[in-house]
């Protein structure tokens, strides 16, 4: 099964008339940008997609180009956690948009380290944690990083110093962060890594589940203990696409997405379960 067999219908949504749309367009990686009217959301925006040799060897720096061309407005920008296929644009972001940025005590530093102004930048680690950027009510949760490392640790762990990392791992995840996301009567949830924290994400129902697919083989039970959490009315698939290769190839798939079987898994405890993929900057409309 490939991801681009999952794609949406384009009007597999029906936003109402009666308000302007809720736009959720998918930027690779785990990254969204969410339009309603004038205001604009990013979630862990990552456009330069470096490629891996630059990652491991660095210096890995973001592409002003990119940042210009493929997030040029936001109001506010969420970071789910410091990874550099996350967090490595945001700053350079924050500055050409004057956006604010919430994330981990590790994000704050990373934008202290690029000189973002402090005002800008809210820590959301320690819960409850909520804030409203013009129609977007933003929700945080403690969550966890799938265990990359052949499911036994999670790459690259542990908080940001204060300096600017160099290469890819250097960019450590700081602490994990779930977002629920409140606009125009909507509950949009991002997972930006394939795991979940029981404990501290409260049972809610969803209408738009953004769930990284990256790594979901590798937590017990994934897909059943998202669902028991979340309760989504429909899943978009995210963070699927190999981000060391550019926009204009086409995403392409990371080896072992195993996705019939994630397919399988959400679709057989939720029969009425929509769940699909975007191509890059494709969206749909709530
Ligand atoms: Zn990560």
Known sequence: MSP?????????????????????????TAGFEITHGPYTLLIDPYVTRAPLSVCVTGPLKSDDNA?????????AIVVGHCHF????DVPAIARAT?????????????CHA?????????NVEDQPSEHDVGPFRLRFFRSRHSKLLFGRAVLADGDLGETIPQNALAYRSGTVLAVEIEVAGLTLFHLGSAEIDDASIPSRAVDLLLFCAEGWTL??????????RLSPKAILLSHWDN?????????????????????????????????GTLPFFGDVRL
């Open 98 to 110: 004057g956006a604010l940025v919430f994330g981990s005590r590790s994000t704050a530093r990373l």
């Open 67 to 75: 940042v210009r061309v493929f997030a040029p407005q936001a109001d």
């Open 243 to 275: 981000f060391f290769t550019p926009f204009d190839r086409g995403p392409k798939p990371l080896p072992g997405l195993a996705l019939a079987r994630l397919v399988e898994r959400f679709t057989r405890l939720r029969r009425d379960l929509l769940l």
């Open 4 to 28: 681009e067999s999952l794609a949406f219908a384009p009007k597999a949504f029906c936003p109402p008339s009666s308000r302007p749309p809720v736009c959720v367009r998918w930027l690779g």
């Open 219 to 228: 937590g017990d039970r994934v897909p059943e203990r998202v669902l028991h």
């Open 114 to 122: 690029f000189g973002i102004p402090s005002k800008l930048v809210s």
């Open 85 to 88: 296929d996350h967090a490595l």
